[in-house]
C-alpha cells in the first residue's frame, strides 16, 4: 500500500523538486533546453525493484529559530537511481525553490549518487514540524525537524535580503553508466539577482557544446556520458552580498553486460 507520505509528496516531487529560486544564470554561458526524447530513458522494472534509498546526513532533530533570520535545515540523501529530495512542512508539501521551470530531467535506472537538498526557512511558528523525504525510484525514506521559536524578534526585511546566495540543490557524487545522459542540478536560493556559472573537470567554464550545456535552470546538462567525463564540476553563484560553491563528483562507469 502506497504511504501516506507517498500521496503528499509524489506531486511535489515531480513538480517542484528541481527548481531554482531567482537565479540568472549567466548570460555569456549558452543555454538549450530542448532535451531530445531519446535522451530521456525509462527506469525498468528490474531498477525499481532493486531501488534503494537512505537518509545519510538528516537535519537535526530539534532545532531553534530565532525571528528574523534565516534557518538552513540539510538532508543528504542516497540512492539509487539517483534520488531526490522534496520537503513537508506540517505535512504539507512545500519547497524552497520559488520558481517552477519546464524542464524534463532524465534519471537512468543505472544511477547511484549522493543529493544534498537545503531549505531556507525565514518564517515559522513554534512547533512546527519538517520532513525531509527522499526518493529513488519507488523508495522512500523520511526524517523530521521540529522548530522552536525563539523570542519574538520583529521580521526585518532588509536584512533578509542582504544575505549570499545558498546552493540549496546539488549532487555530492554520481556514478552513471557511460553512453547515457545526465543533469547536474545546481539550484540556487537568492532574494537579489544572481549569477551562476559552472566549471567542468578540466577547469574550464562552461558555454556550451554538442554534449554539455547549462539549462535555463542552471542545471548542468552531459549527453553521452564518456570516461573523459570523468571528476569535478564545480557550480557558483554569486550576488551583490557574496557567493556559494558545490562540487560534484561524476565517475562513468562501463555498463555491465
Avoid at 105 to 118: A, D, F, Q, T
Avoid at 131 to 138: E, I, N, P
Avoid at 148 to 159: D, I, M
Wanted: aromatic letters at 8%.
Amino acid at each position: 500500500m502506497i504511504s501516506l507520505v507517498s500521496l503528499l509528496v509524489a506531486t511535489a516531487l515531480v513538480s517542484q523538486c528541481f527548481v531554482v529560486t531567482n537565479a540568472l544564470v549567466d548570460p555569456k554561458i549558452e543555454m538549450d533546453n530542448s532535451l531530445l526524447p531519446n535522451e530521456v530513458l525509462p527506469v525498468r522494472r528490474t531498477a525499481q525493484r532493486n531501488a534503494y534509498v537512505k537518509i545519510s546526513a538528516p537535519p537535526p532533530e530539534n532545532v531553534n529559530f530565532i525571528p528574523g533570520t534565516a534557518l538552513v535545515l540539510e538532508c543528504e540523501v542516497q540512492g539509487h537511481p539517483l534520488p531526490i529530495v522534496g520537503w513537508l512542512k506540517n505535512a504539507v508539501p512545500l519547497s524552497d525553490f520559488e520558481e517552477e521551470v519546464n524542464e524534463i530531467l532524465p534519471m537512468h535506472p543505472s544511477g547511484y549518487g549522493r543529493m544534498v537538498n537545503r531549505l531556507v526557512i525565514n518564517d515559522a511558528e513554534n512547533g512546527d514540524v519538517y520532513t525531509c523525504v527522499g526518493t529513488a525510484g519507488l523508495k522512500e525514506a523520511v526524517a523530521t525537524t521540529t522548530v522552536f521559536v525563539e523570542g519574538n524578534q520583529p521580521f526585518l526585511t532588509s536584512k533578509m535580503f542582504s544575505t549570499k546566495p545558498i546552493i540549496t540543490g546539488f549532487y555530492l557524487d554520481i556514478f552513471q553508466n557511460m553512453g547515457t545522459s545526465l543533469t547536474l542540478p545546481c539550484r540556487v536560493y537568492s532574494p537579489l539577482k544572481s549569477q551562476l556559472y559552472w566549471i567542468d573537470n578540466n577547469d574550464n567554464i562552461v558555454y556550451g557544446n554538442s554534449r554539455m550545456r547549462v539549462l535555463p535552470s542552471g542545471d548542468l546538462h552531459i549527453k553521452n556520458l564518456a570516461w573523459e567525463n570523468m571528476g569535478g564540476y564545480t557550480c557558483t553563484v554569486k550576488n551583490a552580498f557574496g557567493k556559494d560553491s558545490m562540487n560534484a563528483f561524476l565517475y562513468p562507469v562501463q555498463p555491465s553486460e
